[in-house]
């Protein structure tokens, strides 16, 4: 065991690297079964389904008063519902005794309810006349009002219902658009991203224990030999760990917000007509004047499950025109920031002589990728696709051609030939974005959980930093080292929502034996 006086020297030292600032806490103690902080706060109420007509509507409230709510509007004395069975009652307004509707009602005592509070629910009819009436007479019971926007969910980070990653994934499964959003979404909401994330700051605090006994036990000969060495290696794969999960090519924040599709060439090549088609309407103006396109026209659409932002841009040339050449150097702009760039190309306009075709192709690529970017031989597949279009203005025997001249050229991209105007070839072009959608964005049910918020990435590019300050200073200054593994610690914190001194004190006294 520690000596008592060893005992109150280390807690001092611990509870004295308290940040000035730190996250909410996670409310854990109980008062009758409700988090303390939570046993106090208002009760809310708010519409918890869509606004709008709809066959039903929900309506929650949460809190101390939720209990009083639901007796008063529907008429029950004494007992309160069976918890988590709905009940079919006419609901009155508290004051006039009026009835508003009638409709199914359910009770969830805490802790065992999505806030951890108290809670009710109202299943009412989705006209608008009733949700307001009922709404209305929620306000008017004392120690209750409106929620403001998220503070459900904030209740159940604060009741330790949630992490921060769960909330972050419920509220990217409430605004998923695609059938891959919703999954990697849900993923992430079940707890699986949360859970590296916490098994990560459990090592590090494993690794700040140990540096930190080691630092004021081991003059004293009260340490255990090989503390620090175990530290090398933890550190080495923790970083392992870290970076396979940094190197992801953002295929989870691409997958979250949308992959940013560019459609590019030069005038007149059917750019918008490409753009209408795939979104099958008349998004952009079509005509046959060079230059129509000035400026950006963007559209959301959903490739095989996969969200894509997909942008028509003006057709690049020289200009004299000055809002035209504002328009291409938007374009080129657009180019520089996309995942993927569909470079359109009319297809009247290649060489006569086929031999000549993949020369001219090259060149048109080249003058479509940024200046930095131009590669010596080979165009980068993942970013580009190559669309020929008007293929339907060719002759039988010039297109039999192409397609032969194009098999045998090397490094192009993928290259694909449509036609706007009829849809000859779209089928085959489509299965061919998507696969390049679907490699861009990955499988968001396969492997480890991905990345999928920036601010997850730059926490962890500062906790990787923080641990190579442990690995530069740990032979030099080990106060210094141990600050590092400290900020990584802090790095990964701002992640989960959750770090404190006292689960630190726990492995002290739990992980290994002080003078022994």
Same mark, same amino acid.
């Given at each position: ?34 988090? =303390? ?43 309160? &519902? &069976?918890?988590?069975?709905? %009940? ?5 307004? /508290? ?8 409709? $199914? ?15 009710? @629910? ?15 007479? $929620? ?6 009002? /409106? ?13 330790? !219902? ?70 090398? !290696? ?27 599709? =560019? ?10 007509? %490409? ?6 309407? /008349? ?17 959301? %659409?959903?490739?095989?499950?996969? &969200? ?31 995942? %993927? ?13 086929? !031999? ?48 032969? @001249? ?6 192009? &991209? ?103």
């Amino acid at each position: 065991m520690l000596p008592s006086v060893f005992c109150g020297m280390w807690r001092a030292a611990v509870h004295s690297l308290r940040p000035r600032r730190t996250p909410a806490r996670r409310l854990v103690s109980t008062r009758d079964g409700v988090p =303390v902080g939570l046993a106090d706060a208002e009760t809310i109420f708010a519409l918890s389904s869509g606004h709008g007509r709809c066959g039903v509507a929900v309506v929650r409230a949460s809190g101390p008063a939720s209990a009083t709510a639901l007796r008063c509007m529907t008429g029950l004395s004494c007992n309160l &519902p &069976p918890p988590r069975t709905a %009940l079919l009652r006419s609901i009155t307004d /508290p004051q006039s005794k009026e009835v508003l509707d009638r409709g $199914l009602v359910l009770w969830f005592p805490a802790p065992h309810s999505f806030t951890g509070e108290d809670s009710v @629910e109202f299943h009412i009819h989705g006209g608008p006349a009733v949700i307001t009436a009922v709404l209305h007479a $929620l306000g008017s019971v004392p120690g209750m009002r /409106p929620a403001e926007a998220g503070e459900f969910t904030r209740r159940a980070f604060q009741a330790g !219902k949630l992490g921060l990653t769960e909330v972050e994934g419920l509220g990217d499964l409430i605004h998923a658009e695609t059938e891959a959003q919703r999954r990697q979404a849900l993923r992430q909401m079940s707890g699986e991203l949360g859970r590296l994330y916490r098994d990560w700051t459990h090592k590090v605090k494993r690794c700040l224990a140990h540096v930190e006994a080691f630092i004021d036990f081991s003059e004293d000969e009260l340490i255990e030999d090989g503390v620090l060495d175990k530290v090398d !290696k933890w550190v080495c794969d923790l970083q392992a760990e870290m970076e396979r999960h940094l190197q992801d090519e953002r295929r989870g924040e691409r997958l979250r917000s949308g992959v940013q599709v =560019v459609i590019a060439g030069a005038t007149n090549a059917g750019k918008s007509s %490409l753009l209408n088609t795939l979104c099958q309407r /008349p998004a952009a103006i079509v005509s046959p004047i060079a230059g129509t396109t000035r400026d950006v026209v963007e559209t959301a %659409l959903d490739i095989g499950g996969f &969200p894509v932002l997909l942008s028509d841009t003006a057709g690049l040339r020289e200009s004299p025109d000055l809002v035209e050449r504002e328009g291409v150097r938007r374009a080129r702009e657009r180019v520089e920031q996309a995942d %993927l760039t569909l470079v359109v190309v009319d297809c009247t306009r290649l060489p006569s002589d086929a !031999k000549k075709i993949a020369t001219f192709l090259q060149g048109h690529l080249s003058s479509v990728l940024p200046t930095q970017e131009q590669p010596e031989t080979v165009f980068p597949e993942d970013r580009f696709l190559l669309v020929l279009n008007k293929t339907d203005l060719l002759p039988e025997g010039n297109r039999l051609k192409l397609d032969r @001249e194009l098999r045998l050229v090397s490094g192009l &991209p993928p290259v694909c030939q449509i036609s706007c105007n009829t849809n000859e070839g779209l089928q085959d072009f489509l299965a061919v974005l998507h696969n390049s959608v679907r490699t861009l964005c990955g499988n968001p049910l396969s492997c480890a959980p991905t990345l999928t918020q920036a601010r997850h990435r730059a926490h962890l590019q500062q906790c990787f930093a923080a641990l190579a300050q442990y690995q530069r200073y740990r032979d030099i200054d080990l106060a210094l080292a141990a600050e590092g593994v400290r900020l990584a610690l802090m790095s990964l914190g701002r992640i989960t929502g959750r770090v404190g001194a006292e689960e630190i004190l726990d492995i002290i006294f739990k992980d290994f034996c002080i003078g022994k």
